[in-house]
């Protein structure tokens, strides 16, 4: 998937209603970006969905350029990602875990 697909995943995620060929997104108190430059981009949008992700009973972890995120029930790793900078792995672990629960 590239960054856009991305995008697109995570305003799903996210609750955010999207129309076939829409070209930006809107979160409240945020503001609109376009698509492109959104979660990938802007760490206040990312730690949204950190936050969002913890409140289905995961815990995020970050230690410098590595990003677990675990399930509390079950102790259970659920991803497991170092990228080469902080954001870079936050963003590729959120990315990773939406994959896994919209396949779950």
């Given at each position: 998937m590239n960054t856009i697909e991305n995008n697109k995943l995570i305003a799903e995620f996210m609750g955010i209603p999207l129309e076939e060929g829409q070209e930006q997104l809107f979160i409240q108190g945020h503001g609109t970006k376009l698509i492109e430059d959104t979660f990938n981009?802007?760490?206040?949008?990312?730690?949204?969905?950190?936050?969002?992700?913890?409140?289905?009973?995961?815990?995020?972890?970050?230690?410098?350029?590595?990003?677990?995120?675990?399930?509390?029930?079950?102790?259970?790793?659920?991803?497991?990602?170092?990228?080469?900078?902080?954001?870079?792995?936050?963003?590729?672990?959120v990315v990773e875990f939406i994959k896994n629960y919209k396949n779950n």
């Open positions: 981009t802007r760490w206040d949008w990312l730690m949204e969905v950190v936050g969002r992700i913890n409140d289905l009973n995961n815990v995020v972890q970050i230690h410098d350029n590595r990003v677990k995120i675990v399930n509390n029930t079950k102790s259970e790793v659920m991803v497991d990602v170092i990228e080469g900078s902080m954001f870079e792995a936050i963003y590729s672990a």
